[in-house]
Every structure is written in C-alpha cells, then in structure tokens.
C-alpha cells in the first residue's frame, strides 16, 4: 500500500512561517487535502486537491504538491496555529484512503 | 452549525461488538462518500472504509476488510459502522466524515464517538 511520511513535529516562534511536508513516490501525481486537528476535537480542512483552501481558512495557509514532496506553508504563525496537522489522498491502486501520520506544530 | 452528529460514546467488552452512527441533516448520503476514521490515544488517523453515494457499497481498508460492515439507510439519512471482535486496541475516538467524489478531501467531520474496550 502506498506509504506517506510525515515529520513528527514541527517548532516556530510566532510570526514566522512553517512549513510542514507530506513525502511519497511521485505524490505530486496525486490530490493532497490537508487538516488541522487541535487537542480534543475533530480535524478540519484548511486544505483541499493540493492548493485550495475552504471559505473561512485565512491565507496565511497555503500548499504546494510537486515530484515527492507536499508541503503545507503557514505564515504568520499564531498561536492558534499550534496543533497537529495530517495530510491525506487517495491511493488508486488500493483504492484506500492514506493519512499521513501527523506533524505536531509548537508555536515557541 | 453541526453538519454530522455522531452516536454517544460506548464501552464494550473485549470479543463484543459495536455500531457507531452518523446522521445528517444538512447532507444526503446519497449526494456525498460517507468515510470512516478512527484515532487511538495519542496516535494518528486511520481511514477504515466509506460507502458509495451512488451505489450504497462499502470499501474497506485491508486491515478491518473482515472485521467492519458500513451500512446506510437512506429513509433517514444515517449511515453506520459495525465493527465485531473488539479487541483493547480498538479503544479509539471513531469519526464519521462526508466527501464530495472519491479522491476528494473530507470536508466535514462528525463529533467523534468514543469506543472503549476493556474488560
């Protein structure tokens, strides 16, 4: 089945910019989606197909999908912005859905 | 506005079974995939299966393809998840989530339901 990595976590002081990558063969071939989870709730887009962002998902979000490498910019950071983060996609050739194991971003 | 409302948490003996539902009242689950996700203390997502809004067949992940059924009843727009032959590490916050096509992102998650397994 189709493997992604991720880093386990992540450390930016406020106002700098963090970048979270999502790693696997040619996961530039596939759709990326990207979540927010904070402690105790549910994940929530702020992410969609590699670039796009749902309403009310501030701009400082954005990402980029290329060759092996996804990755997930947030600028600006903010303390709210502290949390884990997943990526996902779907794998055609199993035809499941795969979950990137999570990056858990610290605001210093 | 809560788009997905999940059932209440359940604790259940190991070999037991369970079923989890979800319900919406602003989505029909025949427009949108229905998936499965569950989260283990301290650990990550898993995707464990979603029904087709076309069809009302499941897919299931290999690792819970002989353990999970994923069913709909679209007369009142619920769809469940049973999971049979709980073991302790099923213990896990079990979410429902809705996409609009197949490699599509989940655009909205239930509460979560909590399954405790222990004996």
């Known amino acids: 089945s189709y493997v992604v990595t991720q880093a386990p976590s992540v450390s930016v002081a406020p106002g700098q910019t963090a970048r979270i990558t999502c790693g696997g063969n040619d996961i530039g071939g596939k759709s990326v989606h990207w979540y927010q989870q904070r402690p105790g709730q549910a994940p929530v887009l702020v992410v969609y197909?590699?670039?796009d962002r749902p309403s009310g998902i501030p701009d400082r979000f954005s990402a980029s999908n290329s060759g092996n490498t996804a990755t997930l910019t947030i600028t600006r950071v903010e303390d709210t912005d502290e949390a884990d983060y997943y990526c996902?996609?779907?794998?055609?050739?199993?035809?499941?859905?795969?979950f990137g194991g999570g990056t858990k971003l610290t605001v210093l | 506005q809560v788009y997905l409302v999940q059932s209440g948490a359940e604790v259940q003996r190991p070999g037991a079974s369970v079923k989890v539902s979800c319900q919406s009242s602003a989505y029909s689950f025949t427009d949108y995939y229905v998936h499965w996700v569950r989260q283990a203390p301290g650990q990550g997502l898993e995707w464990m299966g979603r029904i087709n809004p076309n069809t009302g067949v499941p897919t299931y992940a290999e690792k819970f393809q002989d353990r999970i059924t994923v069913t709909r009843d679209t007369s009142i727009n619920k769809v469940s998840m049973e999971m049979q032959r709980l073991r302790s590490d099923d213990t896990a916050v079990y979410y429902c989530a809705t996409a609009r096509y197949l490699p599509g992102a989940f655009d909205h998650w239930g509460q979560g339901t909590l399954v405790a397994v222990s004996s």
């Open positions: 996902q996609l779907w794998d055609p050739s199993s035809d499941e859905q795969v």
């Open positions: 197909d590699d670039t």
